[in-house]
């Protein structure tokens, strides 16, 4: 396992400085680059398990969390502290349409942290069902993970002293009603306090959660090999065809801001990130396109209260003991559903409370109306409704690359909670409630059961207004044998990939009609032994010693200013002034200038390009956006002299290079400024290879903690750091494109000389009738439709306005170089040459915007461009003609302007 900075294994990271932990942990402070067997994103109840089995078989081991590391002494009771910390987007997380709530968990332990500690196997039926649908698990694979997982949670059953008044209330009224098979709950609590807060994480530390269990597992020896780092957003999963070759991600403080790198070279990566999280990254990072994200079931749940004189108090003691099976693909018999009508469609009843804030938010009233029902919070009894649903929703990008998560209750699902709903209001009223009250906006109240048929015609006529609960998401990358309609195969691996796995609720072929974690840990506690049988195999694969976007010595363009400027204060120059010398020409031609397409490396020895720390705070932005620069040297005699120009200012100021040694600094190349003016400046010099320099600048004599700017300077570098010179050497040697291979959807980032600017525009490439257009969306505020031409050596897309037009070649099949031509105009001619951008040709004849296209995926991973990508158009006329409405309205305002 790699060993950076003398960091020791067997360790949890993390960003937030943090009280004594029960488990080892540490402050990451600089980049950290990770090579290991193993590479699992998510924490929850796959990716812990999945940890701790790989630890056991002596596997290194990187676990990745995007959120915070908090214990049973974090956990205050308090909703406004916990959710915050513990949930994902603080508990506002939404389908599209804003109507049904969906709890995730978003800290180490993922949402076995914040669930009921609900404990079911996976129900015959349904595995039979998925066993058909290609899942190969063996029943003796399935029973014996069953045990294992099952034993390790510590999962027994509720006992009756247990069952507070609210799960008694359940309890009773299924048995008016002549329901037969309502169960205690199993749970994974040891000695639990009762304190009903299970939403908020177990203050107590009694919950038999993945941290407490499988985590701590997987950590507690001496020689452990793994490593867990927390407060990480993954952003990239780095493929080469079928094999994915590393994970780089970001870290971010407690103010939300984006602060270290790290860089994770596996032999196999495992996405455990949960339904949603898993889909985004498949689809965000071009692999399993056309299935990933589709087929999304919710198990969405709506709750119904009754109302009584006294007093219930439901929130104390444990929320979830209690479930009624005999309409779900648990029951043993179809008694009750002969009885109640009801055929079509599977549902449990659970009893459920919340804590007072989650409570009132899930209210769909108006404001006095709320404040009335919560005086009456301690009367209530609850249970929410768990409906097997369909596959009926899907996760996909926007055309500005956003998330869209779309879900429809079908007719099947309408009829479900109808009758789910008509079951607990007679439940309730036979129980003496004074009213019932439910979560569809339009009847939320109820004071008799003469009032339920009017409530099941809005359910089943206005779904639009039935509020809806979800802690369930999973499906949406399945498990099944054809790689057109699922995601991956039995063993949880990509179709199409030979190391990249999923493995989570996400895998599910269907809904799994109950609580899911035991389904989830088990499927991972069986991939991960089959992975492991197969390990011969996987220990092949060649192990990447990429560094990533991370900092280092040899790419110091990707520190933060503090760790160049320690990088700079630690290393010793390796030469003198003569390595400054460039090349004695004042223009690049082949001779000091050349591209390597498989690195995607620029070598330039015109000068050396300037290069500014990455640190994201406003001062630095605009230094590396407006505060470009260059250094070019030259010999003459046995003096080394060069310039130094600012790329935005008709600035050359020169300067003298000499070795010395400064009492600071050691051994430097010292560069003294010599014209009046700038007389005052100084730069001090380590050149650390023949290709890299680290700099401090200053005013005045230069001394260590004095310094105005630390830099770094190259004449190799990425080619995300190309110059507006580079862009035009490069554009100049490559070649048009095929027409086919546009087809998908590009990200665009304008070129300048200082830096590239994020991404600010889409194209979406498609053929139309045999005609291949581009539909194009720039600052999500322009948008429009233009034509491809073949022009020869170059594609060119003409907009509606004949004014501008783009030129593309290719630089590979996920590259393209392209600039954004406009003719000369009077107002062009008042732009100053060499404004940030903008690139003007030397005759002033045309002016345009260099640019460069990143492939982010196809069009089938989006929503909003098309119904069904591949089969049907029916949306793509509207869309293009509402496009090219606000285009031809926008363009027309802003003729003289830029796409």
Known sequence: MAKKGGIQVGIIFGTHDLPQRSEKYEIIKHDVVENVDVCIIGSGAAGAVL?????EKGKTVVLLEKGGYYEEKDMNQRDIDMMPLLWKNSGFNFDDKMRIAIAQGSCLGGSTIINDAVCFDTPTKVRDEWKKLGVNFSNQEWSDNFQRVNSFLHVT??????????NQMLMRGAQLLGLTEGKKNHRNCVDCMQCGFCHLGCHYGTKQNVLVTYIHEAMKQPDSSIRIYCNCNVTRIIHNQSIAVGVEGTFYNSAGENTFRIRVNSKIVIISAGTIASSKLLLKNGMAQKTAGRGICLHPAPFVLGDYDYEIKGNQGIPMAFTVHDFGVTRTSDKARIANNFSDGEFLIESIFLPLLQFSMALPTNLIQHEELLHRFNNYSMAGILVRDGNNGRFALTPTGGDSLTYSLGQKELGIIAKGVEILTKMWFKLGAKRVINSHRDKMILED???????????????????????????????????????????????????????????????????PQITVMTIASIVAQRIANKWKHYSSIPLSKSLGNTCDITQPMHCLRNNLSDMFDSTST????????????????????????????????????????????????????????????????????????????????????????????????????????????????????????????????????????????????????????????????????????????????????????????????????????????????????????????????????????????????????????????????????????LHADPDRSSTYLPYILKKVGEESAYTGYTVDTGKSRKTESSTKHKISHVSKRRVNRSAKGIK
Request: charged share 25%; with cysteine.
């Open 51 to 55: 940890a701790k089995e790989f630890v």
């Open 157 to 166: 059953p509720v006992s009756d002293p247990e069952l507070n008044r609210n």
């Open 449 to 515: 059961e003469s009032e339920l048929e009017q409530l099941k015609e809005k359910i089943l006529h206005n779904p639009e207004n039935l509020l809806l609960g979800s802690a369930h998401p999973q499906s949406g990358n399945k498990i099944g044998t054809d790689s057109e309609n699922s995601a991956v195969d039995s063993d949880c691996k990509v179709h199409g990939f030979k190391n990249l796995f999923v493995c989570d609720a996400s895998v599910f072929p269907t809904a799994v009609g109950v609580n």
């Open 574 to 837: 390796q030469y003198g002034a003569d390595e400054l010398i460039n090349s004695n020409t004042d223009k690049l031609d082949n001779t000091n200038w050349s591209f390597d397409p498989a690195m995607l490396m620029i070598s330039n020895d015109l000068y050396w390009k300037g290069l500014y720390p990455r640190d994201s705070d406003v001062q630095n932005e605009m230094t590396m956006y407006f505060g470009g620069f260059y250094k070019k040297f030259i010999k003459t005699g046995i003096t080394v002299s060069g310039i130094t120009h600012p790329f935005e200012a008709p600035v050359f100021a020169k300067n003298e290079a000499t070795d010395t040694v400064l009492p600071d600094f050691g051994k430097v190349v010292m560069l003294k400024y010599t014209e009046p003016g700038y007389d005052q400046f100084y730069d001090v010099l380590k050149i650390a290879d023949k290709n890299t320099i680290l700099g401090k600048a200053f005013f005045g004599t230069p001394k260590k903690g004095q310094e105005m700017l630390t830099f770094s300077m190259s004449r190799k570098y990425p080619f995300e750091f190309m110059t507006e010179l580079d862009h035009e050497m490069l554009y100049s040697k490559m070649k048009k494109p095929p027409m086919n291979s546009m087809v998908g959807i590009w990200e665009g980032y304008l070129v300048s000389d200082s830096a590239w600017s994020p991404p600010v525009f889409r194209f979406r490439y498609y053929y139309d009738n045999k005609v291949l257009k581009n539909d194009y969306i720039f600052g999500n505020i322009l948008s429009g439709t233009a034509v491809v031409h073949d022009k020869g050596d170059h594609l060119e897309m003409q907009d509606i306005t004949g004014i501008f037009h783009d030129e593309i070649r290719l630089v590979n099949e996920n590259i393209l170089i392209g600039k954004y031509y406009s003719v000369s105009n009077e107002l062009l001619q008042l732009i100053p040459v060499g404004i940030s951008f």
